[in-house]
């Protein structure tokens, strides 16, 4: 097993154009539980393969802030821990609590928004937030580059659009005028994976609300009955929302939902939490009156 560890873009994509078969390693937080449980990844056959270590790559480890487009574009081995520091956090505080939540200050040092995306679980904390904010996939092999949108990137269970040989380079995210959250229920408060979550953004300039939803389907599912309600029901001039709106949401959510049962939750208490979660992230960003 060879081990390369590049330390520009080009050098990484000249390794996996020279061995297309090698697992790309970020963090290592899901790759390395793969090889050690044996379940590596698809693209590598099942059996043992060369690892690209991508960490060291500079160009994957920054971010720029583009302010005429308003877009900010993520490079795939940013850290948890660096989407929690500052101006990413303020500009993009759904993903910074996405990103709070995921796993131990271990796992949020090491783990990274493109391992999210590469590993691609409906459970991914990264993943719901992505997807509320359209995000646009970059990927790049020795063929050349190309942009995907995240919703057609993830294409199921753990399966993405990603190609033989071609790394994920970055994410970019509109730096949105509106509020916007994450929430996770789990079988405890730290250290969990998802049973249900769910991310809420508005977009005050365009007057949407996009709500996405993660471990209640194959993969993340964006609310669009949802969406097309709270838009409608909300007042935007004072910011607020009848409860009777919030109500619709939340069993628009979860009529949205396609839930299982499985060994950390059942269908019926997942389409629950999205409702509650729902209404709560929707509550949060326009003030409920009644009516
Ligand atoms: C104890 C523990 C707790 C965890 N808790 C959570 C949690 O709460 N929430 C959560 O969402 N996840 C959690 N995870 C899973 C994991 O930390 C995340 O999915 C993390 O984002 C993976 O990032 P990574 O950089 O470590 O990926 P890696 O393990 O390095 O890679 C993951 C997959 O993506 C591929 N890959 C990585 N980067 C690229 C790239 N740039 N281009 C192409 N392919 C790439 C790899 O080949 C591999 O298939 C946890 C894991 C552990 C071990």
Redesign the pocket.
Known sequence: MAVLVPLSLDEAVDALAMRPGA????????????INEGHL?VATGGGPADVVS?DRVAE?RTWTHDPSAGTVTIG??VTYTELLADPLRSWLPALAEAAR????PQ?RN???????L??C?P????LPVLSALDAVVHLRSSAGERQLSVHDFMVGVKRTA?APG????AVTLPLLDGWQGYAKVGVRNA????TASACLAVDQARRTVAIALGSVGPTIIRCRDAEALAAAGVDWERGTAPGSVLDDVAAAAAAASRPIDDHRSTADYRRRAVAVMARRLARRAFAEVSG
């Open positions: 697992l790309v390693v970020a963090g290592g937080t899901d790759a390395m539980v793969a990844p991508i994957l795939a081995a939540t995921v796993g131990s796992i090491a783990g990274t928004l493109g391992g999210n590469g590993t679980s459970a991914g904390d990264g990603l071609e790394l994920i380079t250290m969990v994976i998802a």
